[in-house]
């Protein structure tokens, strides 16, 4: 894939000669400047997506090697007092199942300048801790559900627990998180049918839906190009069921594609991450529940912040590490080069 398809100058590249910046924005060598990060706070999940994971799941990282609350809390300083970041995203694994969520969601919170805190779920217990949420800091989240028919969606999640979910966005709603928006990613088999009535559903219910391409980012590495459902594949069963228009207003470095719904105040995005690569107005930095910096989802190489962090590095050095891993990031993804190579790490342990 050429760099204009990514959105980035073919040619130009003005700062690929210079070393890393000490101070400023959070940028790499194509000028992109990161103000988005996400963070994911454990690779465990109590699902078992069949595009993520193995059934019988995951070796799930030793405790002693996750990050601990004080370390996450000083890396977040960090990164909202030195790096610039101004929208904190906290991700698994599912985030649900970190007990002390809502202290880490009130620390983040209380940062100055205080960024946008907002999350992403499964939803399953959500219906329980939405309120507390909100209370300590969350202002918006996102909860994947990829069809609202029962079975499908305990043949995609390998688990009966499609009311948990639904109980979770209706408690979101309830505690002002939003807007409330639903990440789906359908099975190409049953998807075609299954987008039409999840966009149904959620202009009934006023969540936002986002129906993103999937991804080679599952821990068998099954993922095959001819097989995903792709954008214009999502487009063309919806243009059966509804009229849509493309969206007027600036995407900006919004991943998703917005279009218009029967003419109404309702909006469907598209996320096309590998049909349409968007890699040129990326705005995100990775952290990942042990402690390593990503500079794009699709790394190859990671930065070890926690052994800074145990081993007594100042602030300083571990903002340089950080920006330094940034300045390194490539132009896009690679998904659709042929020399392509997925990351070791699957979704669940990269964050999304």
């Known amino acids: 894939m050429t760099l204009t398809a990514l959105g980035l100058p073919s040619v130009h590249r003005p700062l690929a000669a210079q070393p890393a910046p000490t101070s400023g924005p959070l940028i790499d060598t194509f000028g992109r400047i990161a103000t988005d990060l996400r963070v ?22 030793p405790k002693d090697q996750v990050l601990q609350p004080p370390e996450l809390s000083r890396l977040l300083r960090i990164a909202v007092t030195r790096l610039g970041i101004t929208n904190i995203r906290f991700t698994g694994g599912e985030p649900l199942l970190v007990r002390r969520l ?23 217990g959500l219906a329980r801790r939405a309120e507390a949420l909100a209370a300590a800091g969350l202002t918006r989240v996102n909860v994947s559900l990829d069809s609202v028919d ?9 688990r009966d627990r499609l009311g948990d979910v ?16 639903v990440n789906a990613v359908l099975d190409p088999k049953t998807g075609r049918t299954d987008v039409v009535a999840l ?13 993103i391409e999937q991804m080679p980012l599952d821990a068998g590495h099954s993922w095959r190009r001819g097989e995903a459902l792709t954008a214009d594949d999502v487009l063309d069963s919806l243009h059966g ?21 029967d003419g109404g105040t309702g909006t469907v995005g598209v996320i096309a991450s ?22 794009c989802l699709f790394a190859t190489t990671e930065t070890d912040l926690r052994e ?7 602030d300083d050095a571990i903002e340089g590490a950080w920006r330094k891993a940034m300045w390194a990031k490539a132009a896009g993804h690679g998904i659709n080069n042929p020399d392509f190579i997925q990351p070791d790490r699957p979704m669940s342990a990269i964050g999304g």
């Open 40 to 61: 994911s706070l454990t690779d465990r999940c109590n699902l078992r997506c069949t595009y993520c994971m193995p059934a019988e799941g995951l070796d799930w990282l």
């Open 150 to 158: 029962a079975a499908h969606f305990a043949a995609i999640t390998r």
């Open 199 to 211: 966009l149904r559903f959620c202009l009934d219910e006023g969540y936002h839906l986002r129906v």
């Open 241 to 261: 069921h509804f009229t849509l228009s493309p969206d007027p207003r600036p995407r900006g470095s919004a991943p998703a594609q917005l279009w218009q719904v």
């Open 308 to 314: 800074l962090l145990r081993t007594g590095a100042d």
């Open 274 to 295: 590998v049909s349409h690569a968007f890699c040129g107005a990326c705005d995100r930095t990775r952290l990942t529940a042990d402690g390593q910096v990503r500079n």
């Open 166 to 181: 639904l109980a979770g966005l209706a408690a979101a709603k309830r505690a002002g998180l939003g807007p409330v928006k």
């Open 102 to 124: 809502e202290e880490i969601v009130a620390d983040a919170s209380a940062l100055q300048p205080q960024p946008e805190i907002a999350m992403t779920t499964n939803g399953i």
